[in-house]
């Protein structure tokens, strides 16, 4: 199929790589605003050709993917809905309400798929891009009966010849979820670099002294503004919940600590160590 990929970044070249790797994809068009973008992809071989034509782009393809920043993709995705007759489109965004309140009632909602594939890292632009980056994820699709049977049934067949396990949830639902799993992991680890930054004048001693622990602790860091302000404007309610139960085990902690209660820090390492029985 010839397949339309808007936003050539880590999530969309690499689903650019799998799709041609799994013989899914029989030619790749490539639409980004950045001329960079654009030519890094080619030369990386993400795509076959490149496009500024929106709508030529997408009235071509079998699949469209819109995976640009959450912000744009409340104007991208209508625009693309505007062409489409019975392509299927998918988003691969980490938000979904606001979205698909965005585009409940256009005449063409049917043809579209709202999918989360939950994996990425935290790298942007096309030479993020890597093979085999959904091998044994999760892929949400959300409010599944609003979108078309038979548009639904060709985007799980797709993601499964991908090796991923498919999960539905309401968008609700996976804002909520999204926000205590990944959202808030991103936003601790921007406060502890902002910590850190701001303790640490000498950079050559963070540089010398800093664990393997402390770098993947970090590690999220070095995501894209780009990409997590949007996602935090469009899911503040459910960051805002989670940053108030965040901030309260953090005083907790502090508490015990000051209070020098150190039986009692050992028993809530021992609880926060039950999470080892979810991820494995």
């Not at 999530?11 to 650019?16: A, E, K, P, R």
């Not at 950079?203 to 860091?221: D, M, W």
């Not at 919940?241 to 009692?264: G, K, S, T, W």
Request: charged content about 20%.
């Amino acid at each position: 199929m010839i397949v339309t990929i808007i936003g050539l970044g880590l999530i969309g070249g690499s689903l650019s790589i799998s799709l041609q790797q799994q013989g899914l994809a029989t030619h790749r068009i490539g639409v980004d605003l950045s001329p960079e973008n654009r030519q890094q992809a080619l030369a990386l071989g993400l795509v076959e050709e490149v496009s500024t034509d929106l709508g030529a782009a997408v009235s071509r393809a079998d699949l469209v993917v819109v995976a640009v920043p959450m912000d744009a993709m409340l104007t991208v995705l209508p625009q693309v809905l505007d062409v489409v007759d019975q392509q299927v489109v998918i988003d691969v965004g980490s938000t979904k309400s606001m979205l698909l309140a965005a585009v409940a009632a256009h005449p063409r909602r049917g043809r579209f798929v709202a999918v989360h594939p939950m994996a990425g890292t935290e790298y942007s632009g096309p030479e993020a891009a890597v093979a085999g980056l959904f091998e044994d994820k999760t892929l949400v699709v959300c409010d599944a009966g609003q979108s078309d049977a038979d548009a639904v049934t060709r985007v799980e067949a797709l993601f499964t010849r991908l090796r991923m396990r498919i999960e539905h949830l309401d968008a609700g639902a996976h804002d909520l979820h999204t926000a205590y799993v990944s959202h808030i992991s991103h936003i601790t680890s921007f406060a502890l670099a902002l910590t850190v930054l701001k303790k640490e004048k000498e950079e050559q001693q963070i540089f010398a002294l800093a664990s393997g622990g402390f770098a993947s602790t970090v590690r999220l860091t070095k995501s894209s503004p780009d990409m997590w302000v949007p996602i935090f404007r469009q899911n503040r309610v459910n960051v805002l919940d989670v940053l108030d139960e965040h901030i309260q085990q953090l005083q907790h902690l502090r508490q015990l600590i000051d209070a020098e209660d150190f039986a009692a820090v050992y028993q809530q390492i021992e609880q926060a160590n039950l999470i080892k029985k979810i991820l494995k």
